[in-house]
Structures are given as C-alpha cells and as structure tokens.
C-alpha cells in the first residue's frame, strides 16, 4: 500500500475528523512516474494497472509492471528526440492506451505535459504552440489532426517532432514502431536533472466558455492532491476498475483516470469511445464489471433515455458527477433505477475536487457538498466580506498568501502578470457563485457572468435548469440572459426535447407554467428557444456565454 507513505492518517471517524485532521505529505523530490507507477511495480508486479477497450473490439491490459517497463522504453526514446527536463510536449491521445506510457514517460523525464483534443484547428495548435513553446506533437491517427497539425508548423517554429502513434505517415515519427527499440530500464535523473515538487509537471489550457483559452499550469505534487478526488470523494476500490468518461484532452482525464487512482491501487478502466452512445457506455459497464462510476450530468440523462433495468449494473459500488451541476431529478431517477445514490463533486481545472458529498453524510440531490479539507472555502460578497448561511457569494478559496494547498495550480504558464493578479491577495477566486445552507452544504447559483439580473432579481440559472428537467419533454437545457428593455434581461430557456417532443407553442407554454409551480414564479423562462444541440466546450460544458452573444447580435 503507498497511501501510509503520503498520508499521516488514511481512516476517518466523521467528516469533521476528516476536514480537521486530513494532511498528505509531499516529498521535495516527489515525481508520479517513479514513486507510484514503479513503486507499485516492485511491490506487486502482477498488480493490474488500466483496463482498455475501444468501439472497434480492441482490447488490452497492463499491469504496472508493463506501464513501468514500456514507460521506461518511451522515456529513453523522447529523450533521444532532445525532450529534457522542462521541454513542453502536447499530446493528442483521445483514450488511446499510449497515452498512459507517454504521460508517465514525461513525468519521468521532467517534462512538462500539455493534453490536447481532436477538435484543435490549426488556429488551436499554433496559439498553444507559441504561448507555451510546445517542440513536440504526439498525436493519434486520425487526419484531421494530421493535417492541422501539418498545416501549423510554419507559423510554430518552436515544434520540432511530430509523431503519430500508429500508422505511417510522409514527415512523422511512429512512436510504436520506434520506442520498442529503446531499453526498457530508465535511472532516475539527479542533480539539476531532477524535478523538485515544485517544478511544473502539467499544463491545462482551459476551455473557456469566453475569449482565448488560459494555461493553467500544476507542479508534481498534484497527483497527490488527488488522493481525496479519488479515495474519498469517488471510493475507488484497490485492484477494482474505476471509470470516469473524459477524453485524455480535459482536466477531469486528471481527476479521474490515472493519479488519483492509481496512488489508490486502483484499475483505471478506459473505453475509447468514438462518440457517445447512452446503449454501448451501459453494455460496457455490464461486461467489465465496473465498481466505481463517474460521468458528466448530460450522460446520466442520456442514459436515463434509455431502459437501464436491461442491464446487470450490480458490479458497481460507487457512483459520482462532476463536470455540470446535477439537477434532483436526475438522481431521484438514477437511484430508483440502479438502488446507487450520485455523489456530486465540484472543481475546476485549476484544482482537485474542491466540494464534493462525502463517504460520512448522505449526499443532497442538487448540492455540490462540503468542502475538502486540502481548501479553506469561504463565500464572499462583492465587497470581500464571508458571507452568512444563505447568502449567495463568490466561491473563494482563503489563505493562499499562507500556504498554497496540494492540488491548486500554481501559475499561469509563462505569465507573470496573470499570476500575480491572480495570487496577489489572501484568497483565489474560483469566479463560481453559490450559497451555503445551515448543515454546511453548498449549492450551486452559476458562474458569476451567468447570473441573471431581472427587474431587481437575481436568478441563477442552475435552479430554472433543475425545475426544466423535471419535465419529461426536457433532455437538457441552458438557462442565459436575454436583453429586455423594460426589464433589463429576462430569462431564456434553449432546450433540446427528449424523443417523441415537438416544440410547439403549448410545449412553451406548459414549461412556463411548470417552472412556475416548481420554483419561484418570477424565474420562469419568458422566451424559450428549442435547438437540437446546446454549444458545448471541448470539456463537455455548456457555453452559455455562445447562447448569450448569439442572442445579443439577434436583438440588433
């Protein structure tokens, strides 16, 4: 077991013993690749490690032995293409198995790590290139990212190596071809070679619902910080398969597919999924015997479409959500049908789990729970008082001039400006509104550019949201501001209707009445527009922001 060599105390008697007592140790040299992937390999060598399988019937299993082992091979190869301590590699792996090889051979070297998405244009890949110096693509096969990535290269001098990871292409390096021709031991690094737990291991550019993306940048202790991601809040079990559905390019690939789990013990479980599809997402959960269980809110509904009693669910223990808020009726509908409640977690890129329903108190449909106790969390108003139970406020969170906590980022990558507006003061703001109730859980109003202003109200879109989707019509939906000129903004609903569902004007009519009953009248939707799809980020969420503007630009 590695948790005792990072953690003082592992077992708790409450959630206040928990939030008081919990601390991790960090060690000045820790480094993910060689203190957990090859520790656990000289201690059990036969321990499974990932699980993968794909739409196309392929399928393979690694135990760390093998990670280390191939991990070793990839790091000597990288290190012949001139990748050093420092150097910056982006990688375009989607769910493909080589990504956990790439990603613990970089951490080995000291490299800096940047995941990317297939969705990147050639517009995408040039701006990361530039602000972050990238001199290495690694990228699946697939042509479109081919010729993106082909096509950025003269406007990115900084890249000097593109390799694909399978097949043969004119200008590119085959990674499987060629790394097996590399030893498979690998010295850890010393001296000036080595990392510090403090140098910078990952960077994510976040996907931001407006203006260019940030990069948000964590040093080599945040695996660590992701022990009570993976541990506390998901309950993943030691040598069982844990599954949380993100693509290798989002923040939540960190939370939930490789380092928490993996310092747990855990079988991290991967299905490379060409799209999503609510019908095969539950047949594979049935045929691998999945224990631990986390998806997006959108794909609980989905999957709620669909008849889930067909399925044998039983091999699942733990089910969690993070990504969107969850809306009641999703769990209601999800624990009549499966017997599981839906332990929420709230983050960000830039942190671990921050509040999350935890193992010692029964989780409350729509709250996002209580919070960590790697955080100080407070709720401040505008003028930077805490507030008072009830009261809505920034989630910030405090004494970052003290001590910055294991798992919060460190920096914006090379920009010194941002950081220091940033971490200039006592506290980080988070830029997410909620209030706290009088038992201590937080519940979720919006983020602060998405709360509504109407006739003197504040209407945080998340509740209108929760009341649409209890309406059987009502897959999904976006709650944004839509200008008005007696009032100001008024409330929109866009709304994508379940199957069968016509969007008629007695449909927008009967929603209007059912918000009504359901929260307070004067949240209730004034214009409702039904679309087929909401805009999303290449993390999955809702771009209200799109919504808003597209609105805006209608109106002139």
Avoid at 276 to 284: A, G, I, K, Q, T
Avoid at 366 to 388: F, W
Avoid at 466 to 479: D, F, K, N, Y
Wanted: proline content about 4%.
């Amino acid at each position: 077991m590695l948790l005792d060599r990072f953690l003082p105390r592992i077992e708790f008697e409450s959630y206040e013993d928990f939030k008081e007592n919990y601390t991790v140790n960090v060690p000045e040299d820790f480094n993910f690749g060689f203190d957990i992937v090859d520790e656990w390999a000289k201690q059990e060598p036969e321990k499974m490690a990932l699980v993968w399988c794909d739409d196309h019937g392929g399928e393979k299993k690694f135990t760390f032995s093998d990670i280390s082992r191939m991990s070793n091979q990839a790091a000597n190869y990288f290190q012949s293409l001139g990748i050093r301590k420092g150097s910056v590699v982006l990688l375009i792996l989607r769910q493909r198995w080589e990504y956990w090889i790439c990603a613990t051979a970089l951490h080995k070297i000291g490299a800096v790590l940047i995941p990317g998405s297939l969705q990147m244009t050639k517009k995408d890949i040039v701006y990361r290139a530039n602000a972050a110096g990238i001199c290495t693509i690694i990228c699946v096969n697939d042509e479109f990212v081919w010729t993106q990535a082909e096509a950025s290269l003269e406007e990115a001098p900084t890249i000097k190596n593109c390799i694909t990871v399978v097949e043969d292409r004119k200008g590119w390096r085959n990674f499987e071809k060629e790394f097996v021709n590399f030893p498979d031991t690998f010295e850890r690094p010393t001296g000036e070679k080595a990392n510090r737990w403090d140098d910078i291991m990952l960077v994510y550019f976040t996907s931001g619902t407006t203006g260019m993306p940030k990069m948000v940048a964590h040093n080599f202790a945040y695996p660590l910080g992701h022990i009570v991601t993976a541990k506390y809040w998901q309950q993943v079990r030691e040598n069982k398969l844990h599954m949380s559905v993100s693509d290798s390019a989002w923040a939540k690939f960190g939370w939930g597919k490789i380092y928490g789990q993996w310092i747990c013990g855990a079988v991290v479980f991967a299905y490379d999924m060409d799209k999503f599809d609510p019908l095969h997402l539950l047949s594979v959960l049935e045929k691998y015997k999945v224990a631990t269980f986390c998806v997006p809110t959108t794909m609980y509904r989905f999957m709620l479409q669909e008849d889930v009693s067909k399925f044998d669910l039983s091999s699942i223990e733990h089910c969690t959500l993070a990504g969107e808020p969850m809306n009641p009726e999703v769990f209601r509908k999800w624990e009549q049908l499966t017997g599981h409640k839906i332990y929420e977690g709230f983050g960000q890129s830039e942190s671990t789990v921050l509040l999350a329903n935890f193992q010692w108190f029964d989780p409350v449909p729509g709250s996002l729970g209580k919070p960590s106790p790697l955080y100080n969390i407070q709720l401040i108003d505008s003028e930077g008082n805490v507030c008072e139970d009830g009261d809505e406020g920034q989630i910030v969170i405090m004494d970052i001039d003290q001590k910055m906590p294991t798992g919060l980022f460190t920096q914006y990558f090379h920009d010194e400006e941002m950081t220091k507006r940033t971490f200039g003061g006592k506290y980080y703001d988070t830029g997410d509104v909620a209030w706290r109730d009088s038992d201590g859980y937080y519940w979720f109003v919006g983020r602060n550019d998405d709360v509504i202003k109407c006739s003197g109200y504040r209407i945080g879109p998340f509740e209108v949201e929760s009341a649409l989707i209890e309406h059987p019509s009502v897959v999904e939906c976006a709650i944004t501001a839509a200008p008005d000129p007696i009032r100001g903004q008024v409330v929109k609903a866009t709304i994508v209707l379940a199957k069968g569902y016509v969007g008629t004007d007695e449909l927008k009519k009967e929603l209007q009445n059912h918000v009504k009953r359901v929260t307070a009248p004067y949240k209730y939707p004034r214009v409702i527009e039904f679309v087929d799809e909401l805009p999303k980020t290449i993390g999955g969420k809702i771009k209200r922001a799109e919504i808003r503007n597209r609105e805006h630009k209608n109106q002139q």
